[in-house]
């Protein structure tokens, strides 16, 4: 055809512009958005037909159709929030990359009955004067804990900052080689103490310390004795390492201070369900360690925070450091924090209503049977488009705690027919709402255990949206 036959078939703007399912994209977006996605659209379309990429069959009103199509899917994409839901099929419960812990009700609510209108972040209500936001948390940090005094930060990297700072700046703090840690995102234990302002003092080798490497490295310089939980590696064989016992004992031997960073902070004791032995803060405090430091959004199953607890004198120098007001909390991590540490104050009622502990602690018989009715469900919806199978598989705890964790668990099994699983992901987590699975085996897998109750109608619609798309393309004359 010529040229000119051929752009016949293209549409003006206004005329995609008044079909009605267009004109609906009008009510909640932007005209210039809209007309700015069609003019890209036409301006596609134009060169497929130069190029003469689509079939010659193709008549003018399967084009001003497709044309739409295209626009209603570009208008949505691009409407979009960029931090939205993600359905977290991976089998991962602590995804870092999807928001680590997941909040509990109690403290989804606590956020929105405070970002819905004023609240006493900082006022005393009893007296009318200004108060503490570290008031709302620290009481009940004390009565979890048994410490003396607690504060909470924005993240763990702070709280071990601010300890730092405030106990050590300018002096010597000695570490055993073997828990120089990385604390993910590239940060490093080194790095932390050397913005701190203090002075890294390494003892050891990196798989054996013994106190007296502690001993001969303290001297009138030294300020504090660090101990960091490798939360997010083991070593194994010939090992080892400073118990946290021998360090308390060689602080008071010496008059020096004793700092713990667990990194992920156990409020209960989940060896008793198990899952490997990890300390609780509890066991720590009362080992006689001066400041703890660990993560409210890790297995404590909280906001993202920073939770500092110990002795009352070296938590009030570090409510008093400048530093403090750069990494304070907000009053959404405040309220978020105090319901989910409430929950803990029934041990029972924390495991039954904390989704991490509840993901943590699911019996594979309970996994099996929400992953059959799951793909019984999903079998009949997409019929022969995909194959449907159950498959054991391992979860892990993930956001670094618990590395050599294995939970044993069930996911759904989908091989599709039309692409390959690769492909089939990809659609999902460009998806509304996105999903995230794992791809094995030409498989993807849907790990059951982090698919939150109540998600698998949605987790359903979005696998048959997305078979139905690669039908669609298929079908496209281009």
């Known amino acids: 055809m010529e040229n000119k036959e051929v752009l016949r078939k293209l549409p003006a703007v206004d005329e995609i512009l008044r079909r009605r399912e267009i004109a609906d994209l009008l009510v909640e977006n932007p005209r210039n958005l809209v007309v700015e996605i069609i003019r890209n659209a036409l301006d596609r379309w134009r060169q497929v037909l130069l190029t003469g990429d689509v079939k010659e069959e193709t008549g003018r009103a399967e084009i001003i159709s497709l044309v739409a199509k295209e626009v209603i899917r570009e208008t949505a994409r691009r409407s979009r929030p960029s931090l939205r839901r993600v359905i977290n099929a991976t ?14 009700q109690a403290a989804r609510a606590a956020v929105e009955m405070v970002a819905s209108g004023y609240c006493n972040l900082e006022l005393d209500l009893q007296s009318g004067r200004r108060g503490s936001r570290y ?47 990385e604390i993910g995102g590239s940060f490093r234990i080194p790095e932390v103490m050397a913005q701190s302002g203090a002075i890294l ?50 602080g008071k031997e010496y008059g020096l201070p004793v700092m713990s960073d667990l990194g992920s902070g156990f409020l209960v004791d989940l060896g008793q369900l198990g899952l490997p032995a990890e300390p609780t803060v509890q066991e720590i405090v009362s080992s006689g360690v001066d400041v703890v430091t660990f993560s409210g959004d890790k297995l404590l199953g909280g906001p993202q925070a920073g939770i500092i607890v110990g002795r009352r004198q070296y938590i009030e120098k570090m409510k008093k450091n400048p530093l403090t007001r750069a990494i304070r909390i907000d009053k959404l991590t405040a309220a978020s924090l105090e319901a989910t540490l409430r929950l803990y104050l029934e041990p029972a009622k924390a495991l039954e209503q904390i989704p991490t502990l509840r993901m943590l602690t699911a019996g594979v018989a309970e996994l099996e049977d929400r992953a059959r009715k799951l793909a019984e469900q999903m079998r009949q919806k997409v019929g022969d488009k995909a194959s449907i199978e ?83 393309v298929e079908k496209c004359p281009i």
């Open 135 to 181: 008031a709302h948390l620290e009481a009940l940090l004390i009565n979890l804990t048994g410490a003396e005094a607690a504060m909470v930060v924005n993240n763990n990297a702070a709280a071990v900052l601010l300890a730092l700072s405030t106990l050590a700046r300018g002096r010597e703090v000695i570490v055993s080689r073997g828990q120089l840690v």
């Open 390 to 472: 159950l498959l054991p598989v391992i979860s892990r705890v993930g956001g670094g705690a618990m590395p050599t964790a294995e939970l044993p668990s069930m996911a759904v099994s989908i091989r599709p027919g039309q692409i390959d699983s690769e492909n089939l992901a990809s659609i999902l987590r460009n998806g509304e709402p996105a999903v995230m699975g794992r791809v094995q085996d030409e498989r993807l897998l849907l790990d059951i255990r982090t698919i939150l109750p109540g998600e698998e109608e949605i987790l359903i619609q979005a696998i048959t949206a997305a078979l139905q798309a690669v039908e669609e």
């Open 201 to 250: 003092v390494e003892v050891g080798a990196t798989n054996k310390t013994y106190p007296d490497d502690y001993r001969r490295a303290i001297t009138e310089r030294t300020a504090l004795l660090l101990h960091v939980h490798t939360s997010n590696y083991r070593l194994v064989g010939f090992v080892r390492e400073i118990t946290v016992k021998e360090l308390v004992a060689l």
């Open 91 to 104: 089998g991962v419960v602590l995804h870092t990359n999807l928001g680590r812990a997941v909040l509990a």
